[in-house]
């Protein structure tokens, strides 16, 4: 069974800095990974999404890479700014069961002015 | 993509009534996908819902209590039924694309 564990749970910087949010998964036999944003009581807004034969993707201050065979994916993020505080959840396409998405819990950013 | 509209956006509620959310795509979609996000936990998938079939549900949910409608490609129902304090949770519906999964942008149900 799947499983995805996103280190820190939690995380705190001054705006300005650069920071990396870690993504690891059980099973590397995945098609893909996805990384989200959740603004507090919302829903999901799609970031990056990186193909099993990918090693990275870029979005403006946003790069993701994937390490399939150590199961590890990093989400970088450049010049943080307080429109960056969200939670940024990793999930992996495995294309089995009903859905095939297994989620991680989530790395809580804040960004301080 | 598709565009993927949800609502209500949030709602409480008294224990004992349901609440029907509603999710919307604007282009025609196979299968879509209903998941809870139970407060500081992750997504838990509740169940598929098929168009022409009854929607396909996890472990864990019963159509009892979470009912769900597909009538067309565009158009799905999640019914949180005889609600008590421990259905809040922020509900999602979802889509994909190829691989891909598109959010709608959630329901937060607080149930009092």
């Known amino acids: 069974k799947q499983e995805v564990t996103q280190i820190p749970a939690a995380l705190s910087v001054p705006e300005g800095e650069n920071l990396v949010l870690n993504c690891s998964f059980t099973?590397?036999?995945?098609?893909?990974l996805q990384w989200f944003r959740q603004d507090p009581g919302k829903g999901l807004t799609s970031l990056l999404l990186i193909q099993s034969s990918q090693r990275e993707q870029t979005s403006g201050r946003l790069n993701a890479s994937l390490d399939k065979s150590s199961g590890r994916s990093t989400l970088y993020i450049a010049a943080s700014q307080p429109g960056d505080s969200a939670t940024y959840l990793c999930a992996v396409y495995s294309g089995g069961g009903a859905d095939g998405l297994t989620f991680g819990k989530g790395t809580h950013l804040i960004i301080q002015p | 993509s598709a565009v993927i509209s949800q609502k209500p956006s949030r709602d409480i509620c008294q224990r004992g009534t349901s609440l029907t959310i509603q999710c919307q795509v604007d282009?025609?979609?196979?299968?879509m996908f209903w998941y809870r996000q139970q407060p500081g936990q992750s997504l838990t998938l509740i169940a598929t819902a098929n168009q022409g079939s009854e929607a396909t549900y996890e472990s864990g949910f019963v159509i009892d209590k979470f009912p769900i409608s597909r009538p067309n490609l565009t158009f799905s129902t999640l019914t949180v039924s005889n609600m008590s304090p421990e259905d809040s949770s922020i509900y999602l519906c979802t889509y994909r694309v190829n691989t891909e999964a598109f959010f709608g942008q959630g329901t937060r149900l607080t149930v009092v």
């Open positions: 099973d590397s036999a995945i098609y893909n």
């Open positions: 282009s025609q979609v196979t299968m």
